[in-house]
């Protein structure tokens, strides 16, 4: 019994030392002038901090929290990178994106070339963009935000089970590194504009996506498993 008590313990306290950090960063992005949080509306905002509270819950619950977090985190920055490398220029001014220029197969370029995306790959919102494809802007950049802020509350989350912060970090910025060169190959081939890459490096970068798949296991469901712990669905 005693050693129950300690156990059940020792959870809640982690669980308050990571939700402290967590809602720390979450709070600093809602007070940002141009932030990640700048322009959504409270009910927007609370969403986020709950789905992501349930996702900490989540991992913590499970058989192996660290396992866990990471292939939340595969998901999380697969999402970001299918939008963010529209976002991704020599002028970017989040570090995660100015980062990337320079990685094999990330051009930084992609931005131009929205006349001939949008209506392939966001057809939807180029029909009711104006000439500026506005709706299409607005839609990459939500969807790469919120895929962030899920990435960076995951890389926090991990944090507490990982000692070494500079090979932490390393992670993350090689697993952007892959998952933006893939989206950036994969929509340059259903685009038709030129490849960066050839073709045994994207024979590469598909084994090590895919063996990343693998691991991660379904985004949609575990969106919908957080979504019902959240009461969000």
């Avoid at 992609?110 to 392939?120: A, D, F, T």
């Avoid at 919102?125 to 895929?147: G, K, N, P, Y």
């Avoid at 990982?162 to 933006?180: K, V």
Wanted: hydrophobic residues 40%; proline residues 2%; aromatic residues 8%.
């Amino acid at each position: 019994m005693k050693n129950l008590t300690r156990r059940d313990s020792s959870r809640f306290s982690l669980l308050e030392a990571i939700r402290f950090r967590i809602t720390a960063y979450l709070s600093e992005l809602c007070v940002e002038d141009e932030g990640l949080f700048f322009n959504l509306d409270h009910w927007t905002q609370r969403r986020i901090i709950d789905e992501n509270m349930a996702k900490l819950a989540l991992v913590l619950e499970s058989d192996d929290p660290a396992e866990t977090c990471y292939r939340d985190l595969i998901r999380e920055i697969d999402a970001e990178a299918e939008a963010g490398i529209y976002l991704v220029r020599p002028d970017a001014t989040p570090r995660h994106l100015f980062r990337l220029i320079g990685e094999s197969g990330v051009s930084g370029e992609l931005h131009s070339e929205m006349h001939r995306i949008g209506p392939i790959v966001f057809s939807e919102e180029t029909s009711r963009s104006f000439e500026d494809l506005d709706l299409v802007w607005v839609t990459i950049q939500a969807s790469h935000d919120r895929a962030h802020v899920d990435a960076t509350v995951s890389e926090i989350i991990l944090s507490f089970f990982n000692d070494d912060a500079d090979s932490l970090r390393d992670m993350s910025n090689a697993m952007r590194a892959l998952q933006y060169s893939f989206h950036e190959d994969v929509v340059r081939r259903r685009c038709n504009l030129p490849s960066l890459l050839g073709e045994r490096e994207n024979r590469e970068l598909l084994i090590m996506v895919s063996e990343l798949a693998i691991r991660s296991g379904s985004y949609r469901d575990r969106v919908a498993e957080i979504c019902k712990v959240a009461e969000t669905a």
